[in-house]
């Protein structure tokens, strides 16, 4: 189910030895500091700057980028989990394709970074803040930090469910082994989209609350800053988690059909009975087959989500208003 957590990601060492009241404290904690530290030497020395830094808008905006970093923080922890123990995830990289795979998340998650930095383009209003550009360019270099490990994940499971049973017409093995396995990289699956939805929805939503602060110091200007620039940008996230998610569902999928074929093969005379149409129909409930597109878990949090968020980043200020 979609609001359930795998085992392997609920019951984890790592996060279940420390309390739930410390755990808590811990992440309120870092959301202050982070909060904290976007807006030190935040005046660039005029009144009206010393009046914005200390308004509403652009205290909300650092309350939600400084959220938006701990989710960031979370996120590479989690990633870090899952590079260091990818057996328990039903994946088994190489020592040297788990370095490649990292060496080109970084390059990739580089060549973002620079490009943003390089060209910030209208992504950076015209703020009465000091140092604006750096500030949201941390921000910014978090969340790249965050991708660079979930990246090296995702293209490692989907090697994984690329090259599972390439080099034979049937699946080896137990069925019952088979089946678990493809359900560890169900898992998988489901938890690396849903930390790279994660992940946008705190951009998009540090992105909305920018918004915000710059049609409150300049009303007039709203134009500059238009609610569908958010929309867009929530957008070309959701085409970002699109093009990374949807080749390794397929890879999973092809696995998962191959098995279905293995466990029920179609009849020899070819005519499909009752039990053998039944049979076959739990498998592929078992294996997750039989979900539309509309209600599955993947086109939920990679597309459904990241647009919700958009909007509603993009014109809660404007309705509030």
């Known amino acids: 189910m979609l609001g359930e957590l795998p085992r392997e990601l609920a019951e984890d060492n790592f996060w279940v030895r420390l309390p739930p009241p410390l755990l808590s404290m811990i992440v309120f904690g870092l959301a202050f500091v982070f909060a904290g530290l976007l807006g030190v030497a935040g ?179 709203a134009d500059e800053f238009p609610p569908s620039n958010v929309l867009l940008y929530g957008g070309m996230f959701a085409l970002g988690l699109a093009v990374i998610g949807i080749p390794m569902a397929v890879a999973w999928r092809n696995r998962a059909q191959q098995l279905v074929e293995h466990l029920c093969p179609l009849p020899a005379d070819g005519r499909p009975s009752e039990e053998w149409l039944q049979e076959r129909h739990r498998v592929e409930h078992l294996l997750h087959l039989d979900i539309s597109v509309l209600r599955n878990p993947l086109t939920i949090l990679s597309v459904i989500a990241p647009l919700l968020v958009s909007a509603l980043a993009a014109f809660l200020p404007q309705l509030a208003g």
């Open 43 to 221: 005046s660039d020395g005029t009144a009206a700057s010393d009046a914005f830094v200390q308004g509403v808008p652009w205290t909300v905006w650092r309350a939600v980028a400084g959220a938006a970093m701990v989710v960031f923080a979370l996120l590479t922890a989690q990633a870090v989990r899952i590079l260091q123990h990818p057996d328990r995830w039903g994946f088994y990289p190489p020592p040297a394709r788990r370095r490649r795979y990292l060496l080109c998340a970084v390059v990739s998650a580089a060549a973002v970074a620079g490009y943003r930095i390089v060209f910030p383009g209208a992504a950076v209003p015209d703020l009465p803040v000091n140092n604006l550009p750096v500030r949201t360019g941390v921000v910014l270099i978090c969340g790249m930090l965050a991708a660079i490990p979930w990246l090296t994940v995702v293209w490692l499971a989907h090697a994984e469910c690329r090259e599972l049973w390439r080099r034979q017409d049937d699946p080896p093995g137990e069925p019952t082994a088979n089946i678990r396995r493809l359900e560890r990289l169900w898992q998988l699956l489901i938890v690396c989209v849903g930390a790279f939805m994660l992940g946008v929805v705190a951009a998009v939503a540090a992105a909305g609350a920018l918004r915000g602060a710059f049609v409150a110091a300049h009303p007039d200007r």
